[in-house]
């Protein structure tokens, strides 16, 4: 829901100009999106939904066995950020799961980006530090393996 009220907001409100929050270092710049992180595989937009909807697919089979609140946060994130971009897929022109990702996040040397980027990639934070912890996706108390 955040993601969707702040793409819609970014739309309405950052068509004209990119508006400057914190000098050159933060500004909201709408783009729109055909590839993926990097705007890498533009042309392969049906397959970068696919690819989402297996991802969600796993997420959802695998997460009826999680029973760690961390690791259940990490998944959330994901499908989160997920369900986010591919919505733009599906729902924004041309649609058809060729649809453009709403970005409008803009920090230096780095590609403009949305809420969904960053649920998925402090996902991909977190489930790195749950894994280097070696805390269990099952609940199972490592100690006594």
Do not use: C, H
């Not at 793409?7 to 783009?31: C, H, Q, R, Y």
């Not at 259940?72 to 649609?95: E, H, K, Q, W, Y």
């Not at 649920?119 to 805390?135: D, E, F, G, Q, Y």
């Amino acid at each position: 829901m955040l993601d969707y009220s702040t793409k819609a907001a970014a739309i309405k409100f950052l068509a004209d100009e990119p508006v400057k929050i914190l000098g050159s270092f933060l500004k909201l710049n709408l783009t729109f999106n055909s590839g993926a992180a990097f705007s890498l595989a533009s042309s392969a937009t049906i397959l970068l939904s696919t690819f989402s909807m297996i991802a969600v697919a796993v997420i959802f089979y695998f997460s009826r066995k999680v029973k760690s609140t961390q690791w259940a946060i990490a998944l959330g994130l994901v499908l989160g950020g997920v369900f986010g971009n591919l919505s733009d897929r599906i729902f924004r022109n041309p649609g058809g799961l060729q649809g453009e990702v709403v970005d409008w996040i803009q920090i230096p040397n780095w590609p403009v980006f949305n809420i969904a980027d960053t649920a998925v990639v402090s996902a991909a934070v977190l489930i790195t530090i749950l894994s280097a912890k070696n805390i269990d996706f099952y609940g199972r108390d490592k100690n006594d393996e």
